[in-house]
């Protein structure tokens, strides 16, 4: 039973709170969840929402149907005539409206201080990949498979994920896997650090949601700045890193969560964080 249903006004993506845990489930199966703009404005909604509630710690994205997400909706496009067509939006409006729904979205889940989990049934495709991507950690069930798929639709690529792959695994396998499009299997993506973990399909959510509700209990504050730290290391200078680190350690050393860690590690229990 959840503890709040978060009303993103569509059926296209279904959100829940419990236990501190958000999990947003894309929910087009008949489509492998690919984007709508509906279902965008839902994921918007809900990462904005889950970025300053008090009841949520960590943020789990899934897909319902035994998919996770095929990126952007190519037939709906096709029949449009092409990404934008039968847009009223001129050029430069589509443009902005771009940029503005990826900064609120993969942007989100990157920057946002509390940590993303990402949680692959099935396929991560195109912009689903790069949502993927986005997260702190990703776990996928055995027959998951990731491909970037932007060159079989003409497309160069969206949501970040050619900045997330680089950082990820390398420029020159991240250039081969946008360039050839290749599907990757789930030995494939342990094997270059695309995922955390495998499970198997019929116990992957209860394995995810353990690790979410490990995270949504953990010290909280803690975790704002070492997500700070660990974006800032990929693409920081070294030297503000080290400053950056050195602020953000001794402002945790005076938290509550701290100090009743430390109490706890004295008398030999497990500490209860209340993110404080």
Not at 117 to 127: C, D, E, F, S, T
Not at 256 to 268: R, S, T
Request: one cysteine or more; charged letters at 25%; hydrophobic letters at 40%.
């Amino acid at each position: 039973m959840a503890d709040r249903v978060f009303d993103t006004g569509t059926d296209d993506i279904v959100v829940e709170v419990t236990e501190g845990v958000m999990t947003v489930t894309l929910n087009r199966p008949e489509r492998r969840n690919a984007m709508s703009n509906e279902m965008l404005d839902g994921l918007v909604a809900s990462l904005a929402d889950a970025e300053s509630a008090s009841d949520v710690g960590c943020v789990v994205l899934t897909g319902a149907g035994g998919a996770f997400c095929a990126g952007g909706d190519v037939k709906g496009m096709a029949a449009r005539g092409g990404e934008g067509g039968g847009s009223a939006l001129q050029y430069d409006a589509r443009v902005h409206l771009q940029r503005r729904n990826q900064r609120d979205t993969a942007g989100k889940l990157y920057e946002m201080p509390k940590p993303a989990i990402a949680a692959l049934p099935g396929a991560a495709a195109g912009a689903g990949l790069s949502l993927a991507l986005a997260c702190d950690l990703r776990y996928a069930a055995p027959n998951a498979i990731m491909t970037t798929a932007f060159a079989r639709v003409g497309f160069s690529g969206d949501y970040g994920g050619t900045w997330f792959m680089s950082r990820l695994i390398g420029s020159a396998k991240a250039r081969e896997l946008y360039f050839l499009s290749d599907r990757v299997d789930m030995d494939q993506a342990v094997s270059l650090g695309l995922v955390n973990g495998v499970f198997p399909a019929e116990s992957l959510m209860d394995e995810v949601g353990a690790i979410a509700r490990r995270l949504a209990n953990g010290p909280t504050v803690a975790y704002r700045y070492m997500k700070e730290n660990l974006n800032r290391a990929v693409h920081g200078d070294m030297g503000e890193c080290l400053d950056m680190e050195a602020a953000h350690h001794i402002h945790t050393g005076q938290t509550d969560d701290h100090k009743e860690a430390a109490q706890a590690f004295v008398e030999k229990r497990e500490p209860v964080f209340h993110g404080r």
